[in-house]
């Protein structure tokens, strides 16, 4: 690892699928109401894939917004890491296929499959990429169309998720150059033993065929705030900070509740906290870029500013990135 590059945000970007989906819109489906949804969870609306729109379809639509914000064409990307749970084949991977849909020839793609907190193991691992010299401009992105694999008669749910892409543009700089800007920490864990409480049950090597997603909605929530400050804490001392040099903390959407229990907990101002679950749901490893180029596009995150990502899913798997932006 050299120590003497960092990898410095150059551009964010999204997209969401035409069709909104509002609480309300549940009523027919399954037994609950607009009320329900919003006490527990927060959410207020959701987009769902329509005809043609795929995985990919987002990602591509996220990455070309991220590429026109760095000021960079297609070309100028090396290395491509696409995190999704819900790729358009088995195989190839989805990043080979946004590849080829950007028009790159050269370099090279792959897929991060950890669920919600997949973008932040692409992203952490992409840095790695660059700061190993193996490529010099990235493309990260989280995409997912989980509608596909929810089952719309299972109240506790459909109505969480929802389908999007997100993507950041990732560009090796010499520390000296970099003006103290970049990703500075990361801390990945995972712990396969909570395996059944948040899954999906199917698989070509089980079932053959694609499965729907099983939670264990009260089992989740137990452990998620707990995880999540630990690899927080770990940031926290790695870079020898506290909660309050925190600018923006962009936390995994998945529910409310969890962020706000997260943020108290952490002792981070709820002022300083991105939330956009209200409009996306939990859209998996898409959930952070998104939050993160709305956060970036409104004006909210800028230069200088100091961000906490953090995420939580299935596996079980979670983690936190520090980014000087």
Not at 11 to 23: D, E, F, Q, W, Y
Not at 40 to 64: F, K, N, P, W
Not at 169 to 182: I, K, P, Q, R
Not at 215 to 228: D, N, P, T, Y
Request: hydrophobic share 45%.
């Amino acid at each position: 690892m050299n120590d003497s590059i960092v990898s410095v945000v150059r551009g964010t970007g999204s997209a969401l699928p035409a069709k909104v989906m509002r609480n309300r819109d549940f009523e027919g489906v399954v037994e609950t109401s607009d009320e329900w949804i919003r006490q527990r969870t927060g959410i207020e609306q959701r987009h769902i894939a329509g005809e043609g729109e795929t995985t990919v379809s987002l990602a591509e639509a996220a990455a070309r917004k991220a590429l026109e914000a760095a000021g960079l064409e297609p070309v100028d990307i090396d290395l491509i890491v696409l995190a999704t749970a819900t790729p358009d084949n088995t195989f190839p991977a989805s990043a080979v296929q946004l590849q080829d849909r950007l028009g790159i020839a050269s370099g090279f793609a792959f897929d991060v499959h950890a669920v919600c907190s997949g973008f932040l193991y692409a992203l952490t691992t992409a840095d790695m990429y660059l700061k190993n010299g193996q490529a010099r401009r990235a493309l990260v992105v989280g995409a997912e169309t989980f509608s596909r694999i929810l089952d719309w008669q299972d109240r506790s749910t459909c109505v969480l998720f929802g389908d999007g892409a997100g993507a950041v543009v990732l560009e090796a700089v010499a520390a000296a150059e970099a003006n103290g800007e970049g990703i500075l920490v990361s801390k990945l864990r995972s712990d396969g033993a909570h395996k059944d409480k948040l899954y999906v049950d199917g698989g070509p090597s089980t079932t053959g065929t694609v499965g729907h997603l099983r939670m264990q909605g009260r089992e989740v929530f137990k452990h998620a705030v707990g995880m999540i400050t630990d690899v927080i804490e770990a940031c926290f001392a790695a870079a020898k900070i506290g909660p309050a040099d925190i600018d923006w903390f962009v936390p995994h959407q998945a529910n409310r509740r969890i962020i706000d229990a997260s943020a108290k907990k952490l002792g981070i101002d709820m002022e300083k906290v991105v939330v956009t679950v209200d409009r996306h749901g939990n859209t998996s490893a898409a959930s952070i870029p998104l939050a993160l180029d709305t956060a970036v596009r409104d004006g909210r995150i800028g230069k200088g500013d100091l961000v906490l990502l953090e995420a939580m899913g299935g596996g079980f798997t979670w983690g936190a990135v520090l980014v000087r932006w």
